[in-house]
Every structure is written in C-alpha cells, then in structure tokens.
C-alpha cells in the first residue's frame, strides 16, 4: 500500500551535562641520575582546575549579555557544577583575552 502523506513530530530539548576530564602525568625518579621527571600536561591545562568552554560562554553570556547579578550567577554555578567561582575569576573570564 503506497503513503497518503507524513505527519511530524518536533522535539528540541537543551542537554546540560557536567562532564569532568582528569589528565594525570606520572612522576618517576631516574635509577640512574636520581633526577625526579614529571610527564607534561596539555597545553590548555596551565593549572590544577580549568574552566570548560562550555562554562565560559554561559557566564559570559549570563554576566555581559543578560545583565543577570553576579551573585545569582555564582549560585547558578555552584547548583550546576557543585563548585562556587570566586566573583573575581568570573570578572577575570568577562574581560577580553583572558580566561578563568
């Protein structure tokens, strides 16, 4: 039997998922010279916590172009990640060419 028609159905829907990256460098001690040698992390990594992209553009978005209060946005934050930025480091990710 050949199809009348179609009929369709839409969902759009927004998925925010926490998603955490650990990266770990082995530390080893040379048998030979006794020198301590640490792996090397990647480049976008420069310290023990980094921000996601992901975040940054929502605090960015939030702070500079929904005017939303920063304290409101620290408590968005810590309801979606469990940790509290400091006010400084969310200043710090607004201003150009720099990250928090």
Do not use: W
């Amino acid at each position: 039997m050949p199809c009348m028609d179609h009929e369709r159905r839409t969902r759009i829907d927004i998925v925010f998922e926490k998603v955490i990256d650990h990266v770990d460098a082995e530390i080893k001690c040379c048998p030979a010279c006794d020198a301590t040698v640490k792996g090397v992390f990647p480049p976008d990594l420069h310290g023990p916590l980094q921000y996601g992209n992901g975040l940054k553009a929502i605090v960015i978005n939030l702070l500079t172009g929904q005017f939303v209060a920063l304290n409101r946005v620290q408590k968005l934050v810590k309801s979606m990640i469990g940790v509290v930025i400091a006010e400084a480091s969310l200043l710090k990710g607004t201003s150009k060419n720099s990250e928090f």
